[in-house]
Nanobody, 124 residues
């Protein structure tokens, strides 16, 4: 059974940094991708970043150059380092997993497994 558990998010000032982590267990696919999505109030859930089992990465245009996705050495944790945060980054962030490779411009339906989400608030 796949389980994804995000760390606590938090509130930061505009321009600040925050790192999210997600514990991953139960993924048995030979190929897989882990991703981060976010959902702001009254908006659709959007893909932010992905990392494949081989280390390939994808970022949305809105976070490219500011966010970095990575995995721990044991590959049972996925991180999202968020720098130069802006108020528009305020959202609930979700960790997700899928069997298969990276997806260009992923939608929630591309991922099979989800964490419970964690709130990130960026104060102006």
């Amino acid at each position: 059974q796949v389980q994804l558990t995000e760390s606590w998010g938090g509130t930061v000032q505009s321009g600040g940094s925050l790192r999210l982590s997600c514990g991953v267990s139960g993924v048995t696919c030979n190929t897989y991708a882990l991703g981060w999505f976010r959902q702001a109030p009254d908006k659709e859930r959007e893909g932010v970043a992905q990392i494949s089992h081989t280390g390939g990465r994808w970022y949305s245009d809105s976070v490219k150059g500011r966010f970095t996705i990575s995995q721990g050495n044991a590959k049972n944790t996925v991180y999202l380092q968020m720098d130069t945060l802006q108020p528009e980054d305020t959202a609930k962030y979700y960790c997700a997993a899928r069997c298969g490779g990276l997806v260009w411009r992923p939608t929630p339906s591309d991922f099979n497994y989800w964490g419970q989400g964690t709130q990130v608030t960026v104060a102006a």
